[in-house]
């Protein structure tokens, strides 16, 4: 006797091979996975002068009819609950109560019953699973697909417009069926498609073996890696395809962070300072704490922060309650500053000062005679992030998200001719197109759990499915939450995956196998 009851292995494989065919239901009942996900992904098919394309509108599997064929259709097993007047579908025809899958009840088996032979309908197979075995034959069912050919007429401006269409039934194959013990008959000999244990697809997060280099592993279930470095320099790098690596911020900016400020932006909070007669006024920020005040504030009699003195966080909590906008600093101390965006020359244009870049207290006192008074900048060190992506920055020549496009495409295809348009639609297709690539359910799910556990732990079932959904392919934001996850590892080891943990390992059954076969 055993604590946990033993659980009949072979239903992993034949309910793999159920939801991948999902042959007993409706079209309008499947969902979007297996046979129905691979033929979608596949279809539609457009020619090169987009004159016509084939669309995959549904499948069938089998003959589903009566005994003499008088009857025929899957809608002919189904009928109509008596409590909630929902859609029944049965799937045993010899049991005489069904019960209704959405509200529980049940009921009695009321099926239409052929005319002339009596009988409701079921799927037909010509041949049983021992005469395949005796004649040689595969044991299973015709597979059709319907398919709409629609083709188009361009006006003179270049738009299309339906011409004619046209749909049809194809027999596609033969699908063969698995037998009750998890086997398939091919030619008469029996076979099994084996599961096998693979890496799952999703965001992992690792050291190397001297712990000085940080790695982020974006695993697709279909398309192109990517890894981003953090070496031993404080450099960020990307990785597509483990070839040959080059600064993160080129992909970053071909994702839609195309200028230095935009980069910045988004993983720095931006302060103001105040350049003014040799002084320094730095508008009140959680940041504060990294300088010694240049004034005396009070409140009252009491000083509240003194100069000379650091400037504590309690401190910086009273002076935002007081309503202080800037406070001067002692720029006399140093400190790692850098230009938030270009700062230009009011009179002459000139750029003087890049975004990025660092500058300190002369430099400030420089730009304020040329008339800019007031500098917003990025200070790296009070942030967890710290100073890499000011590092990567420096030594990315890319200025635009056009740049950015044909860099990416010199680093990925080297030697191959290369035009603006021809590199945006190469990094289009290589990771936004649901075609190409694909991060999977699982892989979305993992990513959820890793990046936003309390988001993941408060949505419902249905909910969560919609946005496992959504997240199959990554979007600019994604990526930006795992570059900064990379960049605070250093500060907090503790949040590292070991790639080899069963944990993140996933077992690929039947149904997926075939999924991918099928649209190779």
């Given at each position: 006797?055993t ?17 991948f065919?999902q042959?007993?239901?409706l079209p ?11 033929f ?13 394309a084939l669309?995959?509108?549904?499948y ?18 189904r ?5 909630c ?8 025809t ?9 509200c ?8 239409p ?12 197979v010509?041949a ?8 040689g ?17 361009k ?15 194809v027999?596609?194959?033969?699908m063969?069926?698995m037998t ?5 008959i ?7 498609v ?12 690792q050291t190397?073996?001297t712990?000085?280099?940080y ?6 279930a ?6 981003l470095?953090?070496?031993?320099k404080n ?9 040959r690596?080059?600064?993160a911020?080129?992909f970053?900016r071909?994702?839609?962070?195309g ?18 007669d040799?002084?320094i ?6 940041r504060?704490?990294?300088f ?6 009070k409140?009252?009699?009491e000083?509240?922060?003194e ?5 504590r966080?309690?401190q910086?909590?009273r ?6 906008e ?10 790692d ?7 230009v020359?009011?009179?002459t244009?000139?750029?003087?000062a ?11 006192f ?11 900048v ?33 680093k ?15 990094f ?44 199959r392919?990554l979007t ?18 503790q ?8 944990g ?17």
């Open positions: 006797e604590t946990i009851p033993i659980p009949n292995l072979l239903d992993l494989q034949r309910e793999s091979y159920r939801r065919l042959m007993d239901l309008e009942e499947r969902e979007n996975m297996g046979l129905q996900e691979a979608r992904s596949v279809f539609p098919i457009k020619d090169f002068r987009g004159e016509c669309h995959f509108v549904d069938s599997l089998g003959d589903w009819q009566c005994r003499c064929g008088f009857v025929k259709g899957l809608e002919h097993l009928q109509t609950c008596s409590h007047k929902g859609r029944v579908i049965v799937v045993d010899h049991v005489r109560e069904v019960q209704c899958q959405h529980g009840q049940i009921q009695k088996l009321d099926l019953r052929c005319p002339h032979c009596d009988d409701v309908v079921n799927l037909r010509h049983g699973v021992d005469e395949c075995q005796e004649r034959m595969t044991f299973g069912v015709p597979l059709k697909i319907r398919v709409r050919l629609e083709v188009y007429q006006d003179a401006g270049g738009q299309p417009s339906v011409l004619d269409i046209k749909e049809e039934e027999f596609f194959g033969n063969p069926l009750d013990k998890g086997t398939f091919i030619n008469g000999t029996e076979r099994v084996v599961s096998q244990l693979h890496r799952s697809p999703g965001v992992f997060f190397n073996d712990h000085n280099e790695v982020s592993k974006i695993i697709p279909r398309g192109s890696w990517v890894e470095e953090l070496d031993s450099i960020l790098h990307v990785r597509i395809d483990r070839k690596r080059f600064a911020t080129v970053l071909a994702l839609g962070l200028e230095n400020s935009a980069i910045l932006s988004r993983f720095y909070p931006v302060d103001t300072f105040h350049v003014e040799g002084k006024r730095m508008a009140v920020s959680d504060l704490h990294l010694n005040a240049g004034e005396t504030l409140e009252g009699r000083a509240v922060v100069k000379g003195k650091k400037i966080r309690s910086i909590a002076l935002k309650k007081m309503g202080v800037a406070i001067r600093i002692d720029h006399e101390e140093p400190t500053i850098h230009v938030f965006k270009d700062v020359d009011p009179e244009g000139d750029v003087l890049e975004a990025g870049q660092a500058v300190d207290t002369a430099r400030l420089e730009i304020a005679r040329s008339g800019v008074k007031t500098v917003e990025i200070l790296p060190k009070a942030t967890e992030i710290g100073t890499a992506l000011m590092e990567t920055i420096t030594r990315d020549v890319c200025k635009s998200q056009e740049d950015a496009y044909l860099d990416f495409f010199r990925v295809r080297p030697g191959d001719p290369v035009t603006p348009e021809g590199a945006k639609n190469f289009n297709l290589m990771f936004f197109d649901d075609k190409r690539y694909d991060f999977s359910r699982v892989g979305a799910l993992k990513f959820l759990t890793k990046m936003h556990p309390q988001d993941f732990r408060s949505l419902g079932k249905k909910q969560l499915t919609e946005e496992l959904d959504r997240r392919t600019l934001e994604d990526y930006c939450e795992i570059v900064e996850y990379l960049l605070k590892l250093p500060g907090n080891p949040a590292l995956d070991d790639i080899d943990h069963l993140n390992r996933r077992v690929r059954s039947v149904g997926e196998l075939l999924e991918n076969q099928i649209r190779i």
